[in-house]
């Protein structure tokens, strides 16, 4: 319960700051922020657009709370998605098109996010370098890869722009009428069912979230804390590499440079916002979304950039880990414990 | 001089204080007793400034007891059982921290030169400055915190269970020291539970139960059935131990074994060591003396350098050791190694289990619960169980699949006689279904009344064994050893 107040006093007073900024750029902010809300959810495209945007969020997300509820700090929801998006797109251009050829994509991204953070787990336990560099470091790798692949061996056949050809029709991923709304939302929600199943209802899940919380107690309880850290890893590049595939088959449906635009940073924030409950991320990822939906209108209606979802981003973040601190000096009562590792 | 006047404090639902007012005259010796959760911690840490009260105050020479900053001011020092030092520096740069002032710090010298003077002003002797603190044992670091706390030349000196990890050579220089205090009119509260050396140090006893002060007088005027009685509410009983000479056969033989002095301070020097199904040995001594390397190389985390272990007459790698189901390992820091804090009482105790739901796990919690007295709900965080409470939770889990062997390092540290008692009782339990019981303690009176045999370690060398109803001047002499 305090947790869902704290996360929505940041979510509130990430707003209020975004609106503060409107303020000082010379524009009226409720009048904005309420403009800002219109472009995000004002119609059921602009409602379609945000939840497009909110489903590679909840996939990024998801591996974050994977890989933070186990205590491995894996900043590589980045490349994990990218080099998923990459080994998705040639497997369902080499497939005959068709629905088996888009289930075979996406296993294959899940594949390769996996591997991507398998290395990060590997260099962690068998060189003891930490994840939160090895994980950054291998982000610029696939960012490079991808960039090298789309201007090289995966070019267009027009060779015209440096992006690939698109995924065959038949094997992307269906779309609601003419909105860009497409069925990848359906995996993300699953996959977020699946990962509260999967930390709160399996023993496995249970020892997971033991080794994040005290690796050392959890060892002398007989779990084997190494194979649960790269398991974890494994795991948090899977899902993230499968976003990379529901985005190329759902929205993109073709690789090019910008591919990710960060969406395995701000899978940081929506996890950390969700304080790394999975469903709770589904709200958090939205949240998300409206944000870059209604800037991106703000953007087109206004001439504002559209950083400022980014900023919004940045906002709730910082006052989301103050508030983390401020639990520790408030002067008033609290009410009852919460147990933390708890299904809370 | 102090005065503290209708304290109450409740942590979530529990009331840990409900009503306190006291009033300590300067250069008294005070020892509050009680059971665990009683509220002697939680009401002394109020006085220190460390914890806010829900109703109340505390005066000390008439100013107002509001923080920790005014508790320094006025004089107030307080040694947690739990210490507060920075694991990863030395411990000069722990005692520069703290109380170097605004002095610059030159460099290392600098910050040694200044650990230095602090030394001198405590009074106390400490050795080695240049070590980290995560290399001391239990009982070096209670030392660096009390000289931290003596440097300061404290009116009233607050000492949280000083005395659970230290020997009873060690135990009888602190009361010395605390009594030379008292005569310069320092005020010393000694929160313990442990009565003898209550008495030998108190003039006058404090004793609190279910977060009330229930009786406070002179320790002259009363006997320690008296105390004993007011701790619990009701009778003390004791258990005889059980010992049978029926051949046993060995569970567990050491042979030779010794450790890399790169991985601890004091490395075990080849040690042999049987273990017998159906016996508790004990092995007693000073805190520092290889104790750590025996417990890591038995729960698998110390390589052998030399020697093997065996089980059942089967040699086994040490690593595969603390995954066996068969060898159980009660860790001396419960809160750190035992349990997992943020994790709920029936979690904590799912850990070892193959599968997991929720329904089931909290079921088998409740059995637990029950089974083991433990106060506490399965939904609830571990982390806030009482001391004894999280011991006997450890104990559940760690016992519940009847381990051929089992490893005790410090198992009543900290607990009182009714949690210790309880725990005593299980080990003997587990040793009559057949277990080997080994107990690592500093408690002689731990050792003679549970074990079967008592070996003495010292500097990584163990003694042979030892009838339990060895003197403890000769056990002492013993844990001496060499130094």
């Known amino acids: ?344 | 001089m102090l005065e503290i006047r209708g304290i109450r404090k409740s942590f979530g639902e529990t009331l840990a204080v409900r009503e306190a007012s006291l009033t300590i005259p300067a250069g008294q010796a005070v020892a509050v007793v009680g059971a665990n959760g009683a509220g002697k911690t939680t009401l002394m840490e109020i006085v220190a400034g460390a914890k806010r009260a829900d109703a109340g105050e505390v005066l000390m020479e008439g100013e107002r007891v509001g923080g920790s900053g005014d508790a320094a001011r006025l004089g107030i020092r307080m040694v947690h059982q739990h210490f507060d030092l920075a694991e990863s520096m030395t411990v000069a740069e722990n005692l520069a921290l703290h109380d170097g002032g605004l002095a610059p710090l030159f460099g290392r010298r600098g910050i040694e030169r200044v650990a230095r003077e602090i030394v001198a002003r405590s009074g106390l002797a400490l050795e080695n400055l240049e070590r980290p603190v995560a290399a001391l044992s239990v009982g070096e670091a209670a030392r660096v915190e009390l000289v931290r706390a003596l440097s300061q030349r404290p009116r009233l000196l607050i000492l949280d269970e000083p005395t659970s990890v230290l020997t009873p050579r060690e135990v009888e220089d602190l009361v010395a020291l605390l009594r030379r205090l008292t005569r310069q009119n320092t005020a010393v509260v000694l929160i313990s539970h442990k009565l003898a050396e209550v008495f030998a140090f108190a003039e006058r006893i404090v004793v609190m139960r279910e977060g009330a002060v229930v009786a406070d007088g002179p320790s002259a005027a009363t006997t320690r059935e008296q105390v004993a009685r007011a701790m619990i509410g009701r009778d003390l009983r004791t258990v005889p131990p059980s010992r049978s000479d029926d051949p046993h056969p060995v569970r567990l033989r050491l042979t030779d074994l010794a450790t890399s002095p790169a991985s601890h301070r004091v490395p075990l020097r080849g040690v042999d060591l049987e273990l017998r199904a159906g016996r508790i040995s004990a092995i007693v001594g000073v805190a520092g003396n290889g104790q750590n390397a025996l417990a890591d190389a038995l729960r698998g985390l110390a390589q052998p350098s030399r020697g093997h272990i065996e089980i059942d007459g089967a040699v086994i790698a040490a690593p595969a050791l603390f995954r066996s189901r068969r060898l159980a390992h009660i860790p001396s820091d419960r809160a750190r190694e035992g349990i997992v804090r943020e994790l709920t009482v029936a979690e904590n105790l799912a850990l070892r289990a193959r599968r997991w739901s929720r329904g089931g796990a909290r079921a088998r919690a409740r059995a637990a619960i029950a089974r083991f007295g433990i106060r506490g709900t399965p939904d609830q965080a571990a982390g806030s169980l009482s001391g004894g409470n999280q011991q006997k939770l450890i104990l559940a889990r760690e016992l519940e699949r009847a381990p051929e062997v089992i490893v005790a390092s410090e198992p009543t540290r900290g607990l009182d006689f009714d949690a210790a008692r309880f725990v005593h009782e299980r080990l003997r339990a587990a040793a009559a279904a057949g277990a080997a019981v080994l107990v690592i303690t500093s408690d002689l009176d731990e050792a003679a009344s549970l074990a079967d045999e008592v070996r003495v370690i010292s500097a990584g060398s163990l003694s042979e064994p030892l009838a339990p109803d060895t003197p403890a001047a000769e056990l002492g002499l013993r844990m001496a050893g060499t130094h």
């Open chain 1, 1 to 344: 319960m305090r947790r869902l107040v704290s996360a929505l006093l940041a979510a509130s007073l990430g707003l209020i700051a975004i609106g503060a900024i409107l303020g000082l750029l010379g524009h009226p902010p409720l009048h904005t922020l309420a403009r800002m809300a219109a472009g995000a959810l004002g119609s059921p495209w602009a409602l379609a657009e945000t939840l497009l945007k909110s489903v590679p969020l909840l996939f990024t997300a998801l591996a974050v709370v994977v890989a933070f509820r186990a205590g491995v700090w894996n900043i590589g929801a980045e490349g994990q998605f990218v080099v998923g998006a990459i080994a998705a797109l040639v497997v369902a251009r080499a497939l005959p098109a068709g629905s088996f050829a888009t289930a075979a994509a996406v296993a294959a991204a899940m594949l390769a996010g996996a591997a991507w953070g398998g290395i990060a787990a590997l260099l962690r336990l068998g060189r003891n370098a930490p994840e939160v560099l090895t994980t950054i470091l291998l982000n610029f790798v696939a960012l490079h890869l991808l960039g090298w692949l789309a201007g090289g061996p995966l070019q267009e056949q027009a060779r015209r722009y440096p992006q690939s050809d698109p995924v065959p029709a038949a094997t992307l991923l269906d779309t609601a009428g003419s909105t860009r709304f497409h069925a990848g939302i359906w995996i993300a929600v699953a996959a977020a069912i699946l990962v509260h199943a999967l930390l709160f209802r399996t023993a496995a899940g249970l020892r997971l979230r033991a080794v994040g919380a005290n690796p050392l107690a959890a060892r002398w309880a007989g779990v084997e804390v190494r194979r649960h850290l790269a398991g974890a890893m494994l795991l948090s590049g899977a899902i993230a590499g499968a976003g990379g595939a529901v985005e190329l088959l759902g929205v993109t449906h073709r690789l090019y440079e910008r591919f990710a635009s960060g969406a395995g940073y701000s899978g940081i924030a929506v996890a950390l916002l969700a304080q790394l409950h999975p469903i709770g991320s589904i709200a958090s990822a939205a949240f998300f979304g409206a944000l870059a939906t209604g800037a991106g209108a703000l953007q087109r209606s206004e001439g504002i950039p559209a950083a400022l979802a980014t900023f919004g981003q940045g906002a709730t973040v910082i006052v989301l880990l103050t508030l983390g601190s401020v639990r520790s000096w408030w002067p008033f009562p609290r009410p009852g414990r919460l147990a933390r590792g708890g299904e809370r």
